[in-house]
């Protein structure tokens, strides 16, 4: 009888509403590129209207709110599941974040999280090695930062070069081939 009394009561709108903290769970990061990703979360607004946000940084301290622009929860008894896209990432950096959400009977946040930014492939070009009189050996080095990445060496008699070997892939490692 008072389960039936707290939540008849919260959703015909009977008897007095004391009501339950919010709960809060951080889920995982998806849409991760070099620049921009979507931190997710759930939140269960336990029958009272819930705002929420993302505490957001590189650190465990975080430094940044990130709000969404209608950052409710409703006031609805089951999870909802929210979530924010950030921009403007700098590549191959850890990023930590976390759900906050709150209602009037109370606040949560969900545990931290983290993800990686993509890095962008880097490459160096390295010494024609040997050389004969009418051949040589392009040489270079390519590490994918754990993106799938291609490569070519454009070649020519001028700075405009002219010429271009065919494109080969050198996988999605971490490490420089």
Known sequence: VLVCDY???LLFGAGTQTGVPTRAETLAADGITSTKAEINASITPE???????FDFGTT???G?????VDATAGSGLLPVEVFQPVTGLTPCTTYHYR???SNSAGGAHGDDATFETNCKPSATTLPVAPISATTGD????VNPNGQATTYFYN?????????VTPIRSVGNGNMAI
């Open 155 to 163: 070649y020519g008699t001028t700075t405009a070069y002219g010429s």
């Open 60 to 62: 465990p301290a975080y």
């Open 47 to 53: 029958g009272l209207p819930t705002a929420y946000h």
């Open 7 to 9: 939540i008849c009561g």
């Open 138 to 141: 392009f040489n270079g080095s």
């Open 64 to 68: 940044t709110f990130v709000t969404a």
């Open 99 to 101: 759900i906050f959400a």
